[in-house]
């Protein structure tokens, strides 16, 4: 249940494993995805963006020179993939009010990323039961219930939420040491 660290995972990409490749997308997807939604280009041209961002990565992973520079990289890659699907359809693009720039990505957006970046880590850090815990409560695509999670962890019900709250401390404050300070 050990979530790979970027850098991890950007060698093993360096290295030809596929495994990692595929990682490497699903963590992204999303970020890059949200880049052509925000241009609100149809379905399509949302698909045709995040391929290419990542066909660029594949032959861009090698120049990357700080791996922690990685989201920001992506999020430039598909705002200016965004612009030349623009262009090369014809289409004026849409951009929402509160869009401030559209040469560098949203200042907000670079923020969450990197905060969902330092959970990540501070989860890993976390380990063992605690983690598995948080990820089964928080971190699941579908809500797990308590009796779903007892099962999964060996432990009563009446545990869990205990567990939960003394788990969330303990991830506060390594979230804190690494300079998160929600």
Known sequence: MEDPSDDALIAQCRAGD????????????????????RYRLPTSDCDDVHQAV???LVTG???LQRTTALPKWLMTSAHRECWRVSRARSRSVNLDSDFVS???????TITDVEEVDLVRKGLIELGGRCQQLLLLIFGGVAESDYQTISKQLGIPMGSIGPTRIRCMAKLSEILKRMGLSR
């Not at 490749?21 to 949200?34: F, G, H, N, P, Q």
């Not at 559209?102 to 907000?108: A, C, G, I, L, T």
């Open 18 to 37: 596929a495994r990692a490749w595929e990682t490497l997308v699903d963590r992204y997807t999303a970020l890059v995805y949200s880049i052509p939604r």
């Open 54 to 56: 990542f066909a660029a």
């Open 61 to 63: 992973l090698g120049s």
């Open 102 to 108: 559209v040469s560098e990505p949203h200042e907000d």
